[in-house]
């Protein structure tokens, strides 16, 4: 295996962090970034009376305002609305909120005087929301930025979806249509974002091909897209993936920002991964060549950093599979140092049974170390 690193895939790409960035951009280039209304919302739909934001596509967006009273009229509120409870974020600005996926398909139901399952056909399921914001001046081609986003998975959505993303452009979208806009986004995570309780940063750097002038956020429905239930008990199923969007900003790249917030799930370059047997922590001997050949690289390339993330399946509780999780990722941070890699160039972290890749209580795919180039410092010519 000869390991290459396509720029263009590191710089197209996403990272996401628990609480957000440490601070925002110094110049933010997104016009009313506030998401500042020119009067207070107070219905559905109303993203298009602030100045600079509005919808992408045949779609309503919704404004929450922090002006609004929460004792009359929640619809519009900060933190309870009627999509439910969350805080500003720590800028204390208002938010938007979309639909990022309506699934509207009928559920199985049984025929009691045949005792059989009716399959029926799926509906629709092509009804999604985008948010579209200004920039203040056009990029540069050639010059690369940094975007970012704040995501919250709202208390009543019953769905919870992968492939949020950011498109940027030259001319504002405008279709006239209410359903998933099939232009291909510069940014997108196909890790399905399901943080009710946290606002979840989405970050990425962009080379920029000259001229875009609009920044569209939503959903980009492609065949990696996942949808997943995540309606609480005793709550009614509104089969939205409804998610508040904050903090939207675009501004001068800056190689190494200022990260205070734990690393959630890193969609730059992944390097390998690598499975783990049952309750264990001990490397299989059959990864131990391509774990050879990533250590080789990262010892040539001194000035990059890595992320180490390890995972559990769904066997057993919290309290067991946290803690195996740590030890899978320590196992592969000394097996990788033992081969002349720099501890300091190496971080680790354990997220138990979070982020499966199968839905399946046991599966040797989820018990697994992934291993991320997670900075952009220069790569050496391979």
């Given at each position: 295996?000869?390991?290459?690193?396509d720029?263009?895939?590191?710089?197209?790409?996403?990272?996401?962090?628990?609480c957000?960035?440490?601070?925002?951009?110094?110049?933010?280039?997104?016009?009313?970034?506030?998401?500042?209304?020119?009067?207070?919302p107070?219905g559905?739909?109303?993203?298009?009376?602030?100045?600079?934001?509005?919808?992408?596509?045949?779609?309503?967006?919704d404004?929450?305002?922090?002006?609004?009273?929460?004792?009359?009229?929640k619809?519009?509120?900060i933190?309870?609305?009627y999509?439910?409870?969350?805080?500003?974020t720590?800028?204390?600005?208002?938010?938007?909120?979309?639909?990022?996926?309506?699934?509207d398909?009928s559920?199985?139901?049984?025929?009691?005087?045949?005792?059989a399952?009716?399959?029926?056909?799926?509906?629709?399921?092509?009804?999604?929301?985008?948010?579209?914001?200004e920039?203040?001046?056009?990029?540069?081609?050639?010059?690369?930025y940094q975007?970012?986003?704040?995501?919250?998975?709202?208390d009543?959505?019953?769905?919870?979806?992968?492939?949020?993303?950011?498109?940027?452009?030259s001319?504002?979208?405008?279709?006239?249509?209410?359903?998933?806009?099939?232009?291909?986004?510069q940014?997108?995570?196909?890790?399905?974002?399901?943080?009710?309780?946290?606002?979840?940063?989405?970050y990425?750097?962009?080379i920029a091909?000259?001229?875009?002038?609009?920044?569209?956020?939503?959903?980009?429905?492609?065949?990696?897209?996942?949808?997943?239930?995540?309606?609480?008990?005793?709550?009614?199923?509104?089969?939205?993936?409804?998610?508040?969007?904050?903090?939207?900003?675009?501004g001068?790249y800056?190689?190494?920002?200022?990260?205070?917030?734990?690393?959630?799930?890193?969609?730059?370059?992944?390097?390998?991964?690598?499975?783990?047997?049952?309750?264990?922590?001990?490397?299989?001997?059959?990864?131990?060549?391509?774990?050879?050949?990533?250590?080789?690289?990262m010892?040539?390339?001194?000035?990059?950093?890595f992320?180490?993330?390890?995972?559990t399946?769904?066997?057993?509780?919290?309290?067991?599979?946290?803690?195996?999780s740590?030890?899978?990722?320590k196992?592969?941070?000394?097996?990788?140092?033992?081969?002349?890699?720099?501890e300091?160039?190496?971080?680790?972290?354990?997220?138990?049974?979070?982020n499966?890749?199968v839905?399946?209580t046991?599966?040797?795919?989820?018990?697994?170390?992934e291993?991320?180039?997670?900075?952009?410092?220069?790569?050496?010519?391979?």
């Open positions: 295996m000869k390991i290459k690193v720029k263009n895939k590191i710089i197209y790409t996403l990272a996401f962090f628990v957000g960035l440490g601070s925002t951009f110094s110049q933010n280039l997104v016009s009313n970034t506030t998401m500042d209304a020119k009067c207070i107070t559905y739909g109303e993203i298009i009376k602030t100045e600079s934001w509005t919808n992408a596509n045949g779609g309503t967006v404004l929450f305002d922090k002006k609004k009273s929460n004792k009359c009229h619809v519009n509120a933190p309870s609305n999509m439910g409870y969350q805080p500003a720590a800028s204390g600005e208002n938010y938007a909120g979309i639909i990022a996926y309506y699934d398909g559920n199985n139901s049984t025929d009691s005087a045949n005792n399952v009716l399959h029926l056909k799926d509906g629709y399921k092509k009804y999604s929301e985008y948010l579209q914001g920039l203040a001046e056009p990029l540069i081609a050639g010059k690369t975007v970012s986003f704040k995501v919250n998975l709202a009543k959505s019953g769905r919870a979806v992968s492939c949020l993303g950011a498109l940027l452009t001319t504002k979208v405008e279709q006239q249509s209410n359903s998933f806009i099939s232009q291909k986004p940014f997108i995570s196909h890790r399905i974002i399901s943080d009710s309780l946290n606002w979840v940063t989405m990425g750097a962009y091909a000259g001229g875009e002038k609009f920044i569209t956020i939503g959903c980009f429905k492609d065949e990696n897209f996942q949808a997943i239930k995540t309606v609480k008990p005793l709550q009614n199923d509104s089969r939205k993936a409804y998610y508040y969007i904050a903090d939207v900003s675009v001068p800056v190689a190494k920002p200022d990260m205070d917030a734990v690393v959630f799930g890193v969609d730059y370059v992944e390097l390998m991964d690598l499975h783990f047997d049952n309750a264990s922590a001990t490397i299989d001997p059959k990864f131990y060549n391509e774990l050879d050949e990533v250590a080789s690289w010892v040539k390339n001194p000035g990059l950093s992320f180490i993330a390890g995972y399946d769904k066997t057993g509780s919290d309290v067991i599979n946290d803690p195996l740590v030890d899978r990722a196992a592969v941070k000394k097996y990788l140092i033992s081969k002349g890699v720099k300091s160039n190496l971080v680790t972290e354990g997220f138990g049974s979070s499966p890749l839905y399946k046991k599966s040797r795919r989820n018990r697994r170390v291993i991320y180039l997670y900075t952009l410092d220069t790569v050496s010519k391979l």
